[in-house]
């Protein structure tokens, strides 16, 4: 989820319609499921990605890059007093750690889990499927998201979009 520690609007501002993000389903589950669907559609058409060194290295990078990412996020969301759940509501915006450089690296964390796990295990199905579970989760998740904290947070949140990018 996208946060900062941004004070909540001024009581002169339009409320939110909604005391919640609009979220559905967890966008784990999206990048679970994308990668089980690569290693079973490599079962029957095996895409393999070659040069061993590259891979590995390549592979390996994203896969502790994206490790790194997705676990000082966490650290700075509980130390936020957030809930991890995407679908819970924001008491405020997070805007220390990972969060100066993108909105969402919790979930860039895992897309880079997604593709490094590709490389390792040399799938280019895994690595392809990488960018239809960012799509995925940008429509299911991200965009309800940033609905549910333009309309909860206000300018803050205005102020956020301008100086912090979506994804990198």
């Given amino acids: 989820m996208i946060a900062t520690n941004a004070k909540a609007p001024h009581p002169d501002e339009k409320p939110h319609a909604n005391s919640s ?3 559905k389903f967890p966008p784990p589950i999206i990048f679970g499921l994308s ?11 095996p895409l393999k990605i070659s040069g061993f ?32 759940r995407p679908w819970t ?10 969060y100066r450089f993108t909105r969402n690296p919790m ?5 880079l889990i997604q593709a490094g796990i590709g490389c390792l295990f040399d799938n280019l199905w895994i690595f392809f499927l990488t960018g239809i579970s960012i799509l995925i989760v940008q429509r299911l998740v991200i965009y309800p ?7 909860t947070f206000g300018e803050s949140y205005v102020s956020l979009l301008r100086s912090t990018r979506r994804w990198f």
């Fill in 35 to 45: 990668l089980l669907l690569g290693l079973f559609i490599n079962q029957l058409y």
């Fill in 145 to 151: 998201e940033e609905k549910y904290l333009l309309e």
């Fill in 53 to 84: 060194w590259i891979r590995s290295t390549i592979g390996l990078l994203f896969l502790c890059t994206g490790i790194l990412l997705l676990a000082t996020a966490t650290i700075s969301f509980r130390n936020s007093g957030q809930d991890l």
């Fill in 107 to 111: 979930y860039l964390g895992m897309a």
């Fill in 89 to 98: 509501p924001s008491p405020s915006l997070i805007t220390h750690g990972p």
């Fill in 21 to 23: 993000p609009l979220v």
